[in-house]
């Protein structure tokens, strides 16, 4: 459930003017267990015919070196120990995760005028969250009455369980969380037009301070009984070890108790302040020159000034050809600029970073006395300093035939550089990598909007939007890592130069040689059976550019109709330029995970390979055999990325807006009635089989796709 409450107030007087603006908002969740699909084999049933859970025959994701019999399980519950079969339906019950949040948000503005063509702004934002999560695990969940089984005593006369060490029971887990950040403002503004009309002069000036904070912290109850509200103590320092469990039956590895899993607190504190100003000059109605210039710093940067420091701008220009006297007799032109623009920003890192050494602190309660430790997430780096952008922007707006049709039309061309990213950096320094500014990017395109008021009456009227963006990118520079395997190359999204990120490469697969065993070849056309234990790979050029997992263009197409007090309105989305691995059918998974269709008709004598380009599970040690670096070889073949342009309705929505006495009468105003559908129809143009939003487009393995979703809502205002 949601609500939420708004507040506003306004004071004007001739030289003084104050807003205040509110939101009050409140949420409360709650949903079952969770169980992911592939906790099981695909041919298990869940339930008996009564709707009874049923186990499965291993525990969750396959985990065989934790399974159990069924003789040990009705042994170890003889003795007072829990069930340690997997049932996966009754996982569906078996917790419980609550939510309730409260978020406050105010804002205000108070604005005073020193001279007619001058006034200022002192104003600012506050915001705070507050949320309390909690999750009740109760003992039929298999990840508490398996930690409890493993960490129960036994006794050494009767031979039955002793819960001294972790009681039996739920387990709760509570989060407290509180987030808060503000913004506070101080801005000149001022707008001077001659007495003739001719020069128009506007800007703004001003400084910003922003902040950005958060903490929160994380505690667990053991033994818990929701109807008494009474916990048990426990012995962190004994179930925090790893001893074997008690009961043999259970394997000598019990599941971990990770402290970091049940207690914990944090805290992020990020500040910024700026120093702004922008301005604009039109001359005569039709010549526009624009500027803005902007400081940012940050506690994110090192110590450096030239990377704390780093002033962004832009310039621009107009021409509003509509104003022009060779245009004048042209009526049907409402609206027609061509502008230019040149312009300079940055981003900010979002990891872990900056010029100290960044730790996160834990506690090690395996040893015999708990002991904190220091994990080092990042390596100070003085020389971290901001991702920067040079824009160039070409436009045109224009309205036509009394506005009925409007537009913008842009062309950019962008060219970033210092991204941020991953770099390899000396091992004996103690760190493998660390975040750094390692390439840069060019990227150029166009941005097309087309409004359209197609039929306009008292009753009816019909609206078209049309959207479209068509986007190349490509690395012009990298630094290098240290991963320079193919294996690695084909899996990671890493930067190539002269490749787009996200690219896709895939070694040229052509199927299977006389011994049954996946063949590559390079590109002088030279076979290679790759090998991890004999150390045998390719180069990184001998493989193949597939494609970009990201679509190159985006295309938006919505249309509204109005009868009446009844909107009707869709929205389809098409997505193109890009490609996606697809799965291929792979025998090693018959036995450890899920397989798909095909998986069976693998190679599995001479002359299969004829038949077949699947490989199949060679004996260890024969001529045949092979490793999983040949297997790679067939799974990220380039005969396998197919492209992944698609069709989406992605919205469909019917709105009513009544207007009747009694709603009037209680003070509702605005009342609107939407059902809505998403997600109703796709239509994938290399093969309907596939949705492309529901697959690994560089790994190729799918996942549930994208299901319709029916909704309806009531607004309304008081």
């Known amino acids: 459930t949601r609500y939420w409450r708004d507040w506003s107030s306004d004071v004007c007087s001739s030289d003084l003017k104050l807003d205040f603006r509110g939101r009050y908002t409140h949420a409360n969740t709650k949903r079952g267990g969770e169980v992911s699909y592939n906790s099981f084999f695909p041919y298990e049933h869940l339930t008996d015919e009564n709707g009874d859970a049923i186990a499965t025959a291993f525990p969750p994701n396959l985990q065989y070196i934790s399974a159990i019999n069924s003789e040990n399980n009705q042994l170890i519950q003889s003795r007072g120990l829990y069930d340690q079969f997997y049932y996966p339906y009754a996982e569906l019950n078996a917790s419980t995760t609550t939510g309730r949040s409260d978020a406050m948000r105010f804002q205000g503005r108070l604005n005073t005028r020193i001279f007619s063509w001058l006034n200022f702004d002192l104003g600012g934002a506050y915001e705070n969250e507050n949320i309390l999560s909690g999750l009740l695990r109760t003992p039929q969940a298999y990840d508490v009455k398996t930690l409890i089984n493993a960490k129960a005593l036994k006794d050494p006369v009767s031979g039955n369980a002793i819960f001294s060490e972790l009681p039996q029971g739920s387990f709760l887990t509570r989060v407290n969380t509180r987030n808060w950040n503000y913004t506070l403002r101080g801005q000149f503004n001022f707008n001077y037009i001659s007495a003739n009309g001719l020069h128009d002069i506007s800007g703004i000036a001003g400084i910003e301070q922003r902040r950005q904070a958060g903490s929160g912290n994380k505690s667990t109850i053991f033994g818990y009984d929701g109807q008494s509200l009474i916990s048990k103590p426990v012995n962190l320092q004994a179930i925090g070890s790893n001893a074997s469990p008690a009961f043999e039956e259970l394997g000598f590895m019990g599941p971990a108790f990770i402290y970091s899993e049940y207690f914990g607190e944090d805290y992020t504190d990020r500040r910024f302040m700026s120093y702004y100003s922008e301005g604009a000059y039109l ?177 009816f009227s019909w609206k078209t939007t049309l959207t479209a963006s068509f986007n190349n990118n490509t690395v012009t520079a990298v630094k290098q890592t240290d991963n320079n395997s193919t294996f690695a190359m084909v899996q990671i999204a890493t930067i190539q130069r002269g490749y787009p990120i996200d690219a896709l490469l895939s070694y040229d697969y052509r199927g299977l040689n006389d011994l049954g065993q996946p063949v590559v070849y390079t590109k002088d056309d030279k076979p290679a059976l790759m090998s991890f234990g004999n150390n045998v790979d390719i180069a990184g050029t001998d493989l193949i550019y597939s494609g970009t997992t990201t679509p190159k263009y985006v295309l938006g197409l919505n249309n509204q109709f109005t009868v009446g007090r009844f909107d009707l309105s869709f929205l389809i989305m098409y997505y193109g330029g890009h490609v996606m691995r697809v799965e291929q059918p792979n025998p090693a998974k018959i036995t450890t995970g899920r397989t798909i269709e095909g998986s069976v008709n693998y190679w599995k004598e001479a002359g299969d390979e004829d038949k077949t380009e699947i490989p199949g599970l060679p004996v260890y040690g024969s001529e045949g055999d092979f490793d999983d670096a040949a297997r790679f070889g067939y799974l990220y073949g380039a005969k396998y990325v197919r492209r992944a342009d698609y069709i989406r309705l992605r919205d469909l929505i019917l709105t009513y807006r009544p207007d009747l006495p009694f709603l009037r009468r209680a003070g509702l105003n605005n009342t609107q009635v939407r059902l809505q559908g998403q997600n109703l129809w796709r239509y994938t143009f290399s093969g309907n089989d596939i949705d492309p939003e529901a697959i690994d487009r560089r790994f190729g393995e799918r996942r549930l796709e994208q299901q319709p979703l029916i909704s309806v809502s009531l607004y309304t205002n008081f």
């Open 283 to 459: 001359f005569d109605r039709r010549f526009i020159a624009t500027g803005s210039i902007r400081l940012d710093q940050s506690n994110l940067f090192g110590t450096a000034p030239q990377y704390r420091n780093k002033p962004f701008w832009s310039v621009g220009a107009g021409w509003r050809m509509n104003n022009e006297s060779f245009l004048s007799a042209a009526s049907w032109i409402n609206d027609l600029k061509l502008r230019a623009s040149y312009g300079f920003n940055g981003n900010v890192p979002t990891s872990d970073n900056g010029p100290f050494l960044i730790l996160q602190t834990d506690i090690n309660s395996r040893l015999n006395t708990p002991e904190i430790y220091k994990e080092v997430l990042s390596p100070e780096n003085q020389a971290i300093r901001w991702e920067t952008t040079k824009n160039y922007n070409l436009g045109l707006d224009y309205a036509l035939f009394n506005n009925r049709l409007s537009g913008t039309l842009d062309y950019y061309y962008k060219q970033a550089e210092d991204v941020f990213g991953e770099f390899s950096s000396d091992p004996t320094s103690g760190f493998n990598s660390y975040n750094a500014n390692t390439a840069s990017i060019l990227n150029k395109g166009w941005e097309i909007g087309i409004n359209s008021l197609n039929i306009e009456s008292r009753k």
